[in-house]
C-alpha cells in the first residue's frame, strides 16, 4: 500500500486489519499519535485523514491506501508552529501532555472547517478528545486564542 | 485533643520493623554525589544538581514529572541561582540515589495534622527529613516536590555558581568579589567565561557550601509567570514518553494476567494466539504470560485470542459491601481515633445522622502503564516512568540476582499518574520477560484494559457521620470511617511491615481545622479486599467529601449560611482567609438555589471552593468553580492555577461518574467507555486565587481536589434539595 504521511510518500506492507495508529507508531515511526484507549474513546490518537480528525486506532490499513495523512509534527514546526500549537504554547495548556497531540489535531480540524464556532459547537467538537489531567479550561481559553489571532488556513 | 502515647510514628515503626537504624551520625554524614560515579576530566558535578560538559549545562531535576511541571519548577529553581536560562538548558532525571532523598514525604505518614506549625508538626518535619535520608526515600508524591526543592535546590544552584567563580577568578588571578554571572557565563572585567569552558579549572577547586540565598525580592523567574520547559515540545508533539521508547531490535511486549494477584496463571489457551502474524513467543509471567511480538498491536490483538481460565475471582461488590459495613463503627477494627475534642457522645442539641460511600477508583492516567528493559546476565537497564525510583531498583535486584550498581534506571517523563507511578508492577513483568530474552530489548506496553483491570484502586470508603445543632449553631461532629488501608497494602508490595494507625484512612477529617467543644473522628480498617494505593490526594478525596457534606448538612439543619457558620468555627487564619476570598470571587450571597461552598485542609495548604449549577431539563449543569488556596508562597502563577484547576476538575469528573465495580469478583469496568472522565462540555469555567500568605511553601498537585466534590454536591443541594452522599453522583441525579 501507498500512505503519505506529513508530506513523505511510504510503500509498506501490512495487514488490511492494521489500526492505521500502529501503522504510524510502529511501522513507520510517527510518534506524536497516542495510543490511549485503542477503542475510539480518548481521541490521543487523532492524527487529520485528508484534511479532517480522525481516531487512527479506528481507521485499518485497507481504508488509508494512498490517503494522505498528518500527525502532530506535520501541522507546525518549532519554527513555525500552527496557529493552534502557538495558541496552546501561549496558553500553557498542557500538564502531561499526552493527549494534547490529539486535542490540537481536533482543535484545528475544527477551526479549519469552522473558523468561528460558537461555544456550543467547541464543546461538541471536543468532547470527543479526554484529558484526564482536566486542561479543559485552556483548552477553551487556547481556541478563543487560536480564533482571534485568525489566520488558520 | 491527641494524646502523645496515640502519636505513634509510623516512619519510626516501619523503619525498626524493617531492621533499620538510623541515627545523627548517618543523617550528618550526607549522601555521596552520585553523579561523580564514573565522571571523565571533560566533564564536572557541582553537587548532585548540576552537570557541567562540553555542551554546557544540565540540570539534574530527580522528582518525576507526571504532567505537574515538577521538571519545570525543579529547573527553575536551581536557575535562579545559577543565573541560567531554563528554557535552553538541558534537565535530567539523574540516577536512583539516596542523594535524591525527599526530606518532606514522610511527614504525610505521620499523625501530623495539615494545618499543623507548632513545635509538634516541626519535630515530625524533621524526623521526615532524617527517614528521607537514611530510608533513601528517593520518591515524588504528597505534593512534596517544591516544599522538598524549595531551599535545596536554590542553594544547589547558589553552591554551583559560587564554585563555578571561585575556578573562574582562579583562573584570572581575580578575586571573586570581581565577577559576576549571568545566562551561564561569568563575567569578568574584559573577560567572559561560558561555565563549561571552567572544566578544567573546577577540577582542584573544592564546592562552596552554604552561600547565603537571594531574596526574593531579587528574583527574576520565580514568583511570576513564565513558560513551563515542557510546554513547546508537548504542543508540537516532539515530547517523548516512555511508550515512545525505542531501541535497536526491540521487540515489544503485552501482559496478560490474572485478575486476582498472586492466584496464578490460571488455564490458558495460547495456540491461537501464537500462529498469529508477528508474534514471537509467549512467555510466562508472575500470575499470567506475556504476549511478545514485533509491534504493540499485534501483540494486543494476539492477546485478545488468549482464551483464559483463571480459576476463580476475588471478592464480590456484595463482599466488599459487607466488609465495610462490618468495620465501620465495629471497635475491633478501630485503627486510630486521632481527635477525640469533649464528649461527641453526650453533645446537647438535635442529633443528625447520615451515612456515606465512595466506591474504588482507577488512576488511569491516559498513557497506559509500561516499561523497556535490557537485560544481560552482567547489567540490567530499565527504561520508565517512576515515583519510587530507589524502591524499584530494590525491586529489580530482587528478580534480576544482580547487585544494585549493576542496575541503572532511567527515569522517563510520563503521560499522567495521578499516584499510579508509584506502583511498578509493569516494570517487574518487562524485566521477567527480559530475563528470558537477554541482550535484547523489550517494551511492555500494558492494553488500557489490562491497566484498568489490574490497577491498584483508590480506596472504597463507607462514612457514618453523626453531629447535633442548637439555636441555629452547629454543636458537635462525630464522624467515622471505614477503608482497605493504602500504606499497609503499599507495603506489603514492598515486603515492608506496617505497624501503627493508617493516618490516610482519616486525613483531612482529623485534622479538619474546625472548632467545636464536641468532635471526634474515628479511622476503621477494613481487611485486605484488593490492591490499594495512592491516588491523587490519596485518604482527602474521600474525607473531603465526608466531612464537608456532613458540616453542609449540619448547618442546614441548624439554619445557619454555609459560609458564616463555618467561618464562626474556624480559628485558623489561613483557612478563614482563603475562605473569605473564595466567598469574594463568588460573591456568594447564600446558596441562593446554585451555590455550594466545602473547605479543606491537606497536605498544608487550606482550599476554599464555590460550585454554581443550575438544574436544567437535560440535567444538572455546572457553571462556575471558584477555588482560593494558600500555598504559603506562589512560584509559578500559571501552574498553580493549572494544577487547582486540573486537580478540582479530576475529583469533580469522577465524584460525578466513576468507579470500579466488582459485580462477579473482577473488575467490570474496561476502558474509558464505561469508566466515565470528565468531558470538556461538563467542564465549568473555573476561577483560581492563588495566595501566598508566608509561612512554609506547599505543593499544589493535589490540594485542589478534596473540596470540590463536596462543594458541587452542596450546591446540587441548593438547586435540588437533594442531598449527594454516594459516589458516583450520577446514580443519584443526571448530569447535562
Redesign the interface.
Given at each position: 500500500m501507498q500512505i503519505t504521511v506529513d508530506g513523505t510518500p511510504h510503500e509498506i506492507t501490512v495487514?488490511g486489519d492494521?489500526?492505521l495508529?500502529?501503522l504510524l507508531?510502529?511501522?513507520l515511526?510517527y510518534?506524536?499519535p497516542?495510543?490511549?484507549?485503542?477503542?475510539g474513546?480518548?481521541g490521543?490518537c487523532t492524527v487529520h485523514l485528508d484534511g479532517l480528525a480522525v481516531r487512527a486506532c479506528q481507521i485499518t490499513a485497507a481504508e488509508v491506501d494512498g490517503a494522505d495523512v498528518t500527525?502532530?509534527?506535520g501541522?507546525?514546526?518549532?519554527e513555525a508552529?500552527h496557529p493552534v500549537?502557538a495558541a496552546?504554547?501561549a496558553e500553557?495548556?498542557?500538564?502531561?501532555?499526552?493527549?494534547?497531540?490529539g486535542q490540537?489535531m481536533q482543535a484545528a480540524s475544527l477551526l479549519a472547517t469552522n473558523p468561528n464556532p460558537t461555544d456550543d459547537e467547541?464543546?461538541?467538537s471536543?468532547?470527543s478528545?479526554?484529558?484526564?489531567?482536566?486542561?479543559?479550561?485552556?483548552?477553551?481559553a487556547a481556541l478563543r486564542r487560536a480564533i482571534a489571532d485568525g489566520d488558520l488556513t | 485533643m491527641t494524646g502523645p502515647s496515640r502519636r505513634t510514628v509510623l516512619i519510626g515503626t516501619l523503619a525498626a520493623g524493617a531492621g533499620i537504624v538510623f541515627g545523627v551520625a548517618a543523617y550528618r554524614r550526607g549522601p555521596a554525589n552520585p553523579l561523580l560515579r564514573g565522571l571523565g576530566p571533560d566533564k564536572a558535578a557541582i553537587t548532585p544538581h548540576v552537570l557541567l560538559d562540553a555542551d554546557g549545562v544540565t540540570l539534574i531535576t530527580p522528582r518525576a514529572d507526571?504532567?505537574?511541571?515538577a521538571t519545570s519548577i525543579q529547573a527553575h529553581l536551581l536557575a535562579e541561582e545559577l543565573d541560567v536560562d531554563p528554557a535552553t538548558v538541558r534537565t535530567a532525571p539523574g540516577p536512583a540515589s539516596g542523594a535524591y532523598y525527599n526530606s518532606k514525604a514522610a511527614v504525610e505518614w505521620m499523625p501530623v495534622a495539615a494545618s499543623g506549625d507548632g513545635i509538634v508538626a516541626r519535630g515530625a518535619m524533621g524526623i521526615s527529613d532524617v527517614a528521607g535520608r537514611a530510608l533513601n526515600l528517593h520518591l515524588t508524591g504528597g505534593s512534596t516536590t517544591v516544599p522538598d526543592a524549595y531551599d535545596r535546590l536554590r542553594a544547589a544552584g547558589a553552591s554551583a555558581r559560587e564554585t563555578i567563580k571561585a575556578a573562574a577568578a582562579s583562573r584570572l588571578g581575580l578575586s571573586v568579589d570581581d565577577l559576576r554571572t549571568e545566562n551561564g557565563q561569568v563575567i569578568a572585567p574584559g573577560a567572559t567565561l561560558g561555565y563549561a569552558e571552567l572544566i578544567p579549572d573546577l577540577a582542584g577547586i573544592e564546592v562552596v557550601q552554604d552561600v547565603p540565598l537571594r531574596d526574593p525580592s531579587q528574583w527574576r523567574r520565580l514568583g511570576r509567570a513564565h513558560?513551563?520547559t515542557?510546554?513547546?515540545d508537548?504542543?508540537?508533539?516532539?515530547?517523548?514518553?516512555g511508550?515512545?521508547m525505542?531501541l535497536p531490535d526491540m521487540i515489544?511486549a503485552t501482559p496478560v494476567t490474572n485478575p486476582t494477584r498472586g492466584a496464578g496463571a490460571g488455564t490458558l489457551e495460547t495456540t491461537a494466539a501464537r500462529a498469529m502474524?508477528g508474534v514471537i513467543d509467549i512467555v510466562p509471567i508472575s500470575d499470567g504470560v506475556a504476549v511478545l511480538a514485533d509491534?504493540?498491536?499485534?501483540a494486543?490483538k494476539a492477546a485478545r485470542a488468549i482464551v483464559a481460565d483463571w480459576g476463580g475471582a476475588g471478592p464480590t461488590d456484595a463482599q466488599m459491601a459487607a466488609a465495610h459495613d462490618a468495620a465501620l463503627d465495629n471497635d475491633d477494627f478501630r485503627d486510630s481515633r486521632l481527635a477525640d475534642i469533649g464528649d461527641v457522645t453526650t453533645a446537647t442539641g438535635q442529633a443528625f445522622t447520615a451515612d456515606y460511600g465512595v466506591p474504588y477508583l482507577s488512576h488511569?492516567?491516559?498513557?497506559?502503564a509500561n516499561a523497556t528493559v535490557l537485560y544481560t546476565p552482567d547489567r540490567t537497564q530499565v527504561w520508565t516512568a517512576t515515583q519510587a525510583p530507589l524502591f524499584l531498583l530494590g525491586t529489580l535486584a530482587g528478580i534480576t540476582g544482580q547487585d544494585k550498581a549493576q542496575i541503572e534506571i532511567n527515569a522517563l517523563?510520563?503521560?499522567?499518574?495521578?499516584g499510579h507511578r508509584f506502583e511498578d508492577e509493569w516494570v517487574r513483568q518487562a524485566t521477567e520477560i527480559a530475563m528470558q530474552r537477554p541482550g535484547q530489548p523489550v517494551r511492555l506496553?500494558q492494553?488500557?484494559e489490562q491497566d484498568m483491570t489490574h490497577g491498584f484502586y483508590r480506596p472504597m470508603a463507607r462514612a457514618r457521620g453523626r453531629g447535633t445543632t442548637e439555636a441555629g449553631r452547629v454543636r458537635s461532629l462525630d464522624l467515622s470511617i471505614a477503608a482497605q488501608s493504602v500504606v499497609s497494602s503499599q507495603l506489603s508490595r514492598a515486603r515492608m511491615p506496617a505497624v501503627g494507625p493508617d493516618v490516610t484512612i482519616v486525613a483531612a477529617a482529623w485534622d479538619a481545622p474546625y472548632v467545636l467543644p464536641d468532635r471526634r473522628v474515628t479511622g476503621y480498617r477494613v481487611p485486605s479486599l484488593v490492591p490499594v494505593s495512592s491516588w491523587r490526594s490519596v485518604g482527602a478525596s474521600f474525607n473531603g467529601f465526608f466531612l464537608e457534606t456532613l458540616m453542609d448538612e449540619l448547618i442546614a439543619k441548624a439554619g445557619a449560611d454555609p459560609v458564616e457558620e463555618r467561618l464562626r468555627l474556624l480559628e485558623e487564619p489561613r483557612a478563614r482567609r482563603v475562605l473569605e476570598e473564595v466567598a469574594d470571587m463568588a460573591s456568594w450571597n447564600g446558596p441562593d438555589g446554585r451555590f455550594g461552598v466545602a473547605l479543606t485542609f491537606a497536605f498544608g495548604v487550606p482550599v476554599a471552593q464555590i460550585a454554581e449549577v443550575r438544574n436544567t431539563a437535560g440535567g444538572i449543569v455546572i457553571d462556575n468553580l471558584w477555588i482560593a488556596a494558600d500555598l504559603g508562597r506562589v512560584l509559578d502563577p500559571?501552574?498553580i492555577d493549572?494544577?487547582l484547576?486540573?486537580a478540582a476538575?479530576?475529583g469533580i469528573?469522577h465524584a460525578i461518574g466513576a468507579e470500579i465495580t466488582f459485580p462477579e469478583g473482577t473488575p467490570h469496568q474496561t476502558?474509558?467507555?464505561t469508566y466515565q472522565?470528565?468531558?470538556?462540555?461538563q467542564?465549568p469555567?473555573?476561577t483560581t486565587r492563588a495566595l501566598g500568605l508566608g509561612g512554609d511553601i506547599r505543593g499544589a498537585g493535589e490540594p485542589g481536589l478534596p473540596a470540590a466534590a463536596p462543594a458541587l454536591g452542596n450546591a446540587v443541594f441548593a438547586a435540588t434539595g437533594q442531598r449527594l452522599r454516594q459516589m458516583p453522583f450520577n446514580r443519584s441525579v443526571a448530569f447535562a
Open positions: 495487514e492494521m489500526p495508529l500502529w507508531r510502529d511501522e515511526g510518534l506524536g497516542k495510543y490511549g484507549c485503542g477503542i474513546h480518548c490521543a500527525t502532530i509534527e501541522l507546525g514546526t518549532p508552529p500549537q496552546w504554547i500553557q495548556v498542557a500538564q502531561c501532555g499526552y493527549c494534547q497531540s490540537i467547541i464543546d461538541a471536543m468532547s478528545n479526554l484529558c484526564r489531567c482536566a486542561t479543559y479550561p485552556r483548552i477553551r | 507526571v504532567g505537574q511541571g513558560l513551563r515542557d510546554m513547546a508537548k504542543s508540537l508533539g516532539r515530547f517523548r514518553y511508550s515512545d525505542v515489544h502474524r509491534n504493540d498491536w499485534r494486543m488511569a492516567p491516559l498513557e497506559p517523563p510520563a503521560g499522567g499518574s495521578f506496553t492494553s488500557r500559571v501552574n493549572a494544577q484547576s486540573g476538575l479530576f469528573g476502558n474509558f467507555h472522565s470528565l468531558r470538556l462540555w467542564a469555567t473555573v
